[in-house]
């Protein structure tokens, strides 16, 4: 079994489908790590088709904030302003089935699959501290979390209780870069971001986990950019939220 892994597709439908086309015929399930929507100009696109591809999906804090299933007090203004155009957007149907969007931790064919970390969906897990709880007690070996944006992860061997920060972006020359998974370990790992990547490379992050092979994919897919960002300043969405995809920050 192939799983495709997204997270964090934030509205963008031209990363989402340079993805999918670029993982085509190489998965056989997929599954949502949450943000389906927030900060893009593709809320309805996006939506419509993580649901038309049967994505097990859990919920992240924009699609909460999005369907006012959380307040934003806490957004800063610019995440706020994306977040009220957002929901003015959204059709009642996407709506709606945003709001019935499970939270994690969810456990699909043999993984597990939060948003941010095991216990608080809206915990960022960026340090190896962070990490292990995730770590020790998920219930799954394998374990996808998304929030930070930053495409890696961390893996535990129990044998000699060795934590290791996994670096696994592809370089900007390749497409992807390939992480064994070894039997003694436990693994906490972030497919990166479709619709806003963070780790200063603007190509849409993703993963495809191969259960049957024990490998998983760690892909990074350009796409057009500058249409995205038309999109945006044509929906007045904030200029700061436009600039930031093209430096991938
Ligand atoms: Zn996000």
Known sequence: MRILVLSDLHANASALNAALAAAQGRWEQIVCLGDVVGYG????????KI??????????????????????DDFNPIAKAAVDWT??????DN?????????????????????GALQDEDEYVFTPEQALEGLLDSNA???FFGHTHH???????????????????????ESFAALRLDAGSRYLLNPGSIGQPRDSDPRAGFAI????????????????????????????????LAQRLSLGR
């Open 209 to 240: 986990a191969d259960l049957e092979h024990n490998v998983v994919e760690f892909w990074r897919v350009p796409y057009d950019i500058s249409g995205v960002q038309s999109r945006m300043r044509a929906a007045r969405l904030p200029e700061a």
């Open 41 to 48: 100009p593709d809320p309805n696109e996006v939506t419509s």
């Open 141 to 143: 070996a394998l374990t």
């Open 95 to 115: 709506l709606k089935w945003l709001t019935a969007l499970p939270h994690g931790p969810l456990e699909v064919g043999g993984i597990v699959l939060v948003h």
């Open 151 to 173: 495409q890696g992860g961390f893996s535990y061997l129990s044998a000699s209780n060795h934590l290791e920060i996994l670096n696994l972006r592809p370089r900007s020359s």
């Open 87 to 92: 929901r003015s957007q959204l059709s009642p």
């Open 51 to 72: 649901r038309e591809l049967g994505a097990q999906t859990i919920r992240g804090n924009h699609d909460k904030a999005a369907t006012g299933l959380m307040p934003t």
